[in-house]
């Protein structure tokens, strides 16, 4: 039984063991730059020791400051084998899984799917009953307007632990899904999966798309001019994954030409998204300031992950939310 606002790790139980000549070495834990009680409790609970940075460190808990900083300190620091770090899009530390690829790296990836799963579904769900427009309206309106959800073909780009739950939320509405992911394979749950060299095909027959994805080089303006041009005009878009997915310049000539039914944003490019940026004014847009995951409910998940990681680290060796560092998340 849930407790009220209560989020669940969904990756937790699909760890597998990685061979013992992958695994890092245990030892000492260090959490930096600052330490705070919740995570301290959570390498307790695991088993863990924390410590000061010393050449006893084994694992570190890096809970934010910039990739440079990291970098510094890894350079410095060959003895540690294991680094988790605090977000569930690692584009930030891109370069460093390139410059340490021996070490093993664990983001939050998928920890945080329920929170911003539940997200997309209200900016959806928002968009397409246009309770932005009517919310802010100061008049009746003299017509009625609104698409309902039920049985639309809905397109959702990325196949991680965010579009499993979006599609799991989406069950009661019996939509149609199709998956565009980067390798090939079915994604359990999807009526179709296709790969992301044929988003162009299937762009034109969804009602609502979804961006999911993680933020890679392959991925940056993945929805531009052409992308938005092949998707119907009464379509709606959202994006909770990462504000470079969408040629912003192209989103807001698309939508100031009368396209698209409306778009739904928690990410922006750029981000912090500034006071008097066209996208503010755009027509048909609600934007929510990258709010999908709040502290309140990310914590929790974070620590978790932590105390999951701390116990593979000393024993069981299975891992939650290992980085792929070729592919860069």
Known sequence: MRGPGEHRDP???LA??????????????????????LMLDAIAAGGGTVGE????????????????QLAGLLRANEQIGWIQLPLAGVD??????????????TSAKGSYSEAVAE??????LGVLRQLPEKSRSASWAPVKQGISLYGRPVLIVGAGGIAVEIMRLLAPFEVDVTIVRRSPGDLPGANRTVTSDRLLEVLPHADVVILAAASTDETAQLIGVRELA?????????NIARGRLIDTAALISSLESGHL???GLDVTDPEPLPDGHP??????????????????????????????????????GAFVGIVNASAGY
């Open 261 to 263: 039914w409306g778009v």
């Open 119 to 124: 997200h997309a579904i209200t900016l959806m």
């Open 230 to 238: 092949a998707m119907k005009r009464t379509a709606a878009l959202v």
């Open 11 to 13: 990756l937790a139980a």
């Open 16 to 37: 597998v063991p990685l061979s013992p000549d992958l695994r890092p070495s245990a030892g000492s834990i260090a959490v930096l730059p600052v330490p705070t009680q």
């Open 53 to 68: 940075l010393s050449a006893q460190t084994r694992g570190l808990v890096w809970l934010g400051g910039s990739s440079d």
């Open 92 to 105: 930030n530390y891109a370069a460093l899984f390139v410059e340490f690829p021996e070490r093993l790296w």
């Open 279 to 316: 996208l503010w004014n755009a027509p048909r847009v609600v934007i929510t300031s990258h709010c999908a995951d709040t502290p309140e409910m990310i914590d929790p998940l974070l620590a978790e992950r932590v105390r999951v990681n701390v116990v593979a680290l000393h024993s069981t």
